[in-house]
C-alpha cells in the first residue's frame, strides 16, 4: 500500500512569508507525527496527533508553528512570518495506534528554506 | 539537553565485516529502542527495536543490543553489505509519553 506523502518536497519562501506543509499519512493510521531536521542533527519532535486532536504539542518551537489535522486523516504544518532558523527537513510520519512502542513510518519530508 | 547520544558521526567499514554502531542515552524513564535507516532525501525507515525487558534482539544480519545499566545500545550489522551503507539514527521512547527521541545520527559506509 502507499506510505506516508508530504508535498511540497521542497518549498523556498522568503523571511517573514507564511507557509503550509502537508502530509498524507498511512490510510487506517490514527496517530501523526510532526518532526523537524536541522543539518547535522536527528529528527526532532514537534507535534503529535492522534485522530483529529493534538495529543502532545510540546515539541512545537514558538506559536508562529501550528498544525490541524481536521478529518484525522491529512495533516497541515502552518508556519507563520517564517524566519531563516526555520530552515530544515520537516519530517511527518504516522502510526497505526500511536502507542509508545508502534512503529512510526516515516515520508521523505519537505525541505523548507528561507531566505 | 540531548537525550539520545550517537558520538561516532561515521563509520567505514569493509563488504563482509561487521559493523557496530552505538548510542547512549541519560533518560532512565526510555523502555523502548528503535533503529533507523535512512538514504538522502528519503525518510527514515523502520530497522529494529528492542524493548527493555530484553538484552538483545535479532532479525536477519542486523542485532540490537541493550545495556540498560550503562544505558547504552548497539546496532550490530553481520556481514555488512554495501547496501547497507546509510545514516542510522537510535531513537528511545517512554511508556509515560508517545513521542520517539532520536540521536544526531552515524553515517555508515560500507566499502565493496
Known amino acids: 500500500g502507499a506510505g506516508v506523502s508530504q508535498t511540497p518536497s521542497n518549498k523556498v519562501t522568503e523571511k517573514g512569508k507564511y507557509v503550509e506543509l502537508r502530509c498524507d499519512p498511512i490510510s487506517g493510521h490514527t496517530a501523526l507525527y510532526w518532526y523537524r531536521q536541522s543539518l547535522g542533527q536527528g529528527p526532532e519532535f514537534l507535534i503529535y496527533f492522534q485522530g483529529t486532536g493534538a495529543a502532545d504539542d510540546s515539541g512545537l518551537p514558538n506559536d508562529r508553528f501550528f498544525a490541524v489535522r481536521p478529518e484525522g486523516s491529512v495533516s497541515t504544518l502552518k508556519i507563520q512570518r517564517t524566519e531563516r532558523g526555520d530552515s530544515a527537513v520537516y519530517l511527518c510520519?504516522?502510526?497505526?495506534?500511536?502507542?509508545?512502542?508502534?512503529?512510526?513510518?516515516f515520508g521523505p519530508g519537505t525541505r523548507l528554506t528561507v531566505l | 539537553d540531548q537525550q539520545v547520544k550517537q558520538n561516532s558521526p561515521s563509520l567505514s567499514v569493509q563488504e563482509g565485516r561487521i559493523s557496530i554502531l552505538n548510542c547512549d542515552y541519560t533518560n532512565s524513564m526510555f523502555d523502548y529502542f528503535l533503529w533507523y535507516k535512512k538514504y538522502p532525501a528519503e525518510g527514515p525507515t523502520f530497522l529494529i527495536s528492542i524493548s527493555s525487558i530484553k538484552d538483545k534482539n535479532e532479525d536477519g544480519r542486523f542485532t540490537v543490543f541493550l545495556n540498560k545499566s550503562a544505558k547504552h545500545l548497539s546496532l550490530h550489522i553481520v556481514p555488512s553489505q554495501p547496501g547497507d551503507s546509510a545514516v542510522y539514527f537510535c531513537a528511545a521512547s517512554a511508556s509515560t509519553g508517545n513521542q520517539f527521541y532520536f540521536g544526531t545520527g552515524t553515517s555508515l559506509t560500507v566499502i565493496p
Open positions: 510520519a504516522s502510526s497505526f495506534a500511536g502507542t509508545f512502542t508502534d512503529t512510526q513510518y
